[in-house]
Nanobody, 123 residues
Framework: QVQLVESGGGLVQAGGSLRLSCAPS????????MGWFRQAPGKVREFVAA????????YYSALVKGRFSISRDNAKNTAYLQMNSLKPEDTAVYYC????????????????WGQGTQVTVSS
């Protein structure tokens, strides 16, 4: 069973920045196409961003485009989500996931997930 591990969450003031990281817990799994999702209390899990295995193509939710940036370092087998100009409405648990097939924007297209990392933005 592949396990992904997110890190980098925390508490930040509105307007601040955080960088999330995602890496597999074992050495035998190489990250492929990746995505980030988030889930706020009482809300459904929503798409944030995705990146192809080469890093050449990226996709963003309209809610975060221009503020968040997804990237990856294949030498380190790690994906990142740089979050700038954070807003209180960005508060959620953030998950990284391995893309399998289908729509980039649907959680059903991802087969392996991390346990999530909490991001809290205070006003």
């Amino acid at each position: 069973q592949v396990q992904l591990v997110e890190s980098g969450g925390g508490l930040v003031q509105a307007g601040g920045s955080l960088r999330l990281s995602c890496a597999p817990s074992g050495r035998t799994f190489s990250l492929s196409h990746m995505g980030w999702f988030r889930q706020a209390p009482g809300k459904v899990r929503e798409f944030v961003a995705a990146i192809t295995g080469s890093g050449l193509n990226t996709y963003y939710s309209a809610l975060v485009k221009g503020r968040f940036s997804i990237s990856r370092d294949n030498a380190k087998n790690t994906a990142y989500l740089q979050m700038n100009s954070l807003k209180p409405e960005d508060t959620a648990v953030y998950y990284c996931a391995n893309y399998r097939d289908g729509s980039w924007y649907s959680s059903a297209s991802y087969n392996y997930w991390g346990q999530g990392t909490q991001v809290t933005v205070s006003s």
